[in-house]
T-cell receptor, first 108, second 114 residues
């Protein structure tokens, strides 16, 4: 079983839609959780950290469920510029484990 | 802004060649990482270093070695390149404490081994 699993997609949604991604992780010792964004042929960049209490940054909301070992990302009012691959990242100690990513295409 | 640079964006080598991939960061970060990224597999950690002259194996170190002689520079070495090492190679760095949570990536090197 992979340590971090994501639905690869693609998720094709119209502009203005709300879309949600989930990610599951297998290591219960995981300490920190993140969503990174990777544009086509570019490097990954941190989108947001994920806290146990949940956190919001504009149109983006991240949630963590430690009991079920999953992380979610909700994007409201999707923009064309949100089209990218979203990587779920789990950290324990100095080790970062990346999921394979979920591809999102926002269509006009 | 943190800047992580990699020596080449695209590289083509032949089987059996020795390949050097260089990574430099300008933020005085202690931690540096080398990943490879392949379709459907995501990023996989090859090696990382948390200090000068220190190195730790990641998940897939076989066929690779690294060198960290200076804090800002972390080199990945393919001693004898093979076709299954064709991939996108990404270098990253992070700081200490609270700054350890964020990894900053270089633009990547797309290596093709013929």
């Amino acid at each position: 079983r992979k340590e971090v699993e994501q639905d690869p997609g693609p998720f094709n949604v119209p502009e203005g839609a709300t879309v949600a991604f989930n990610c599951t992780y297998s290591n219960s010792a995981s300490q920190s959780f993140f969503w990174y964004r990777q544009d086509c042929r570019k490097e990954p960049k941190l989108l947001m950290s994920v806290y146990s209490s949940g956190n919001e940054d504009g149109r983006f909301t991240a949630q963590l469920n430690r009991a079920s070992q999953y992380i979610s990302l909700l994007i409201r009012d999707s923009k064309l510029s949100d089209s990218a691959t979203y990587l779920c990242v789990v950290n324990y100690g100095q080790n970062f484990v990346f999921g394979p990513g979920t591809r999102l295409s926002v269509l006009p | 802004d943190v800047k992580v640079t990699q020596s080449s964006r695209y590289l083509v080598k032949r089987t059996g060649e020795k390949v050097f991939l260089e990574c430099v960061q300008d933020m005085d970060h202690e931690n540096m990482f080398w990943y490879r990224q392949d379709p459907g597999l995501g990023l996989r950690l090859i090696y990382f270093s948390y200090d000068v002259k220190m190195k730790e194996k990641g998940d897939i170190p076989e066929g690779y070695s690294v060198s960290r002689e200076k804090k800002e520079r972390f080199s990945l070495i393919l001693e004898s390149a093979s076709t299954n090492q064709t991939s996108m190679y990404l270098c990253a760095s992070s700081g200490q404490g609270a700054e350890a949570d964020t990894q900053y990536f270089g633009p990547g090197t797309r290596l093709t081994v013929l």
